[in-house]
Each structure stands twice: as structure tokens, then as C-alpha cells.
Nanobody, 121 residues
Framework: QVQLVESGGGLVQAGGSLRLSCAASGKIFSINDMGWYRQAPGKQRELVAIITSVGSTNYADSVKGRFTISRDNAKNTVYLQMNVLKPEDTAVYYC???????????????WGQGTQVTVSS
């Protein structure tokens, strides 16, 4: 089994910053893509940012220039640095990782439990 544990959410004023972390643990052979998604009340879950195993990144247009995704492969951890936060960034943020549990195993998507980010105006 694989577990993803997020941390770093909270309440911040508009214009402020937060850093989210997500550590993967358990039976891990390799991790392919890692990413952050978010879901605001009454809305569908959406991709925020994604990073490949070699460090290529992709961002939602709404966060480009404000958010930075990074990862530490030695620690099986992905980060999301969020700057110049806006009230519309308020959501539950979920970590995602595509994990292989063995050399011949099919990659499978795992999710964290979510961490609340609230930006006040």
C-alpha cells in the first residue's frame, strides 16, 4: 500500500504565501508524475500543477507565475509554493502521485486526504 500525507494548508490573507508538502510512503518502486489538484465548494476538482520524474512542469493558467511545484525524489515528496494568493484560490488541495509498487507493476494513481487552503480578502 501507498500513503500520501499532505501538510501546510491554512488560513492566509490575500497576497500572502503558503507552502504545501506531500510525502509518499509505503511500497514504492518508483514514482512517475506527481501533482496538485484542488476542489472548491460546488466545483469540480481541477489540476493545479504537475511535475514529471525528471522535473518537467505544467500549470493551470490561473496559477502561472504565482505557484511553483517542485519535488525531492530522494524523499518521495512534492511541494507547492503558493505566492500572491487570491480568495479564488480557496479550496481543498489534494496531492496525487502515479506510483509503481514493483518493477513489473502497472502504475497506479494515489491521492492524499486533502488539505484546506483558505484565502481571506
Amino acid at each position: 500500500q501507498v500513503q500520501l500525507v499532505e501538510s501546510g494548508g491554512g488560513l492566509v490573507q490575500a497576497g500572502g504565501s503558503l507552502r504545501l508538502s506531500c510525502a509518499a510512503s509505503g511500497k514504492i518502486f518508483s514514482i512517475n508524475d506527481m501533482g496538485w489538484y484542488r476542489q472548491a465548494p460546488g466545483k469540480q476538482r481541477e489540476l493545479v500543477a504537475i511535475i514529471t520524474s525528471v522535473g518537467s512542469t505544467n500549470y493551470a493558467d490561473s496559477v502561472k507565475g504565482r505557484f511553483t511545484i517542485s519535488r525531492d525524489n530522494a524523499k518521495n515528496t512534492v511541494y507547492l509554493q503558493m505566492n500572491v494568493l487570491k480568495p479564488e484560490d480557496t479550496a481543498v488541495y489534494y496531492c496525487n502521485a502515479e506510483v509503481q509498487t514493483g518493477w513489473a507493476a502497472r502504475p497506479y494513481d494515489y491521492w492524499g486526504q486533502g488539505t484546506q487552503v483558505t484565502v481571506s480578502s
